[in-house]
Nanobody
Framework: QVQLVESGGGLVQPGGSLRLSCAASGSIFNINLMGWYRQAPGKERELVATITNSGSWTNYADFVKGRFTISRDNAKNTVYLQMNSLKPEDTAVYYC???????????WGQGTQVTVSS
């Protein structure tokens, strides 16, 4: 069974930075797409960014373009999200997303809380 463990969240002031990590463990085969979603209180979960297996193609939501950078380390089955110039509206629980080449999506992990506040 594959498990996702997110880390790196916390409380940061507006304009600050955080780096999130997500490690996938267990019986992992043919991981393809990895990414991040987030869910703010009272809102639906939304896509933040995704990255393909080779890392050659990335996709970002408009609201994070130019501020967030997604990357991955395939040897460690880990995906990262570097978040700069954070805004209060970035406050949310951030969840890792992992999909295999066959289209199987790994169940969500616990997520990591990001709070941007002065």
């Amino acid at each position: 069974q594959v498990q996702l463990v997110e880390s790196g969240g916390g409380l940061v002031q507006p304009g600050g930075s955080l780096r999130l990590s997500c490690a996938a463990s267990g019986s992992i085969f043919n991981i393809n797409l990895m990414g991040w979603y987030r869910q703010a209180p009272g809102k639906e979960r939304e896509l933040v960014a995704t990255i393909t297996n080779s890392g050659s193609w990335t996709n970002y939501a408009d609201f994070v373009k130019g501020r967030f950078t997604i990357s991955r380390d395939n040897a460690k089955n880990t995906v990262y999200l570097q978040m700069n110039s954070l805004k209060p509206e970035d406050t949310a629980v951030y969840y890792c997303y992992v999909r295999s080449r066959t289209g199987t999506v790994v169940p969500w992990g616990q997520g990591t809380q990001v709070t941007v506040s002065s």
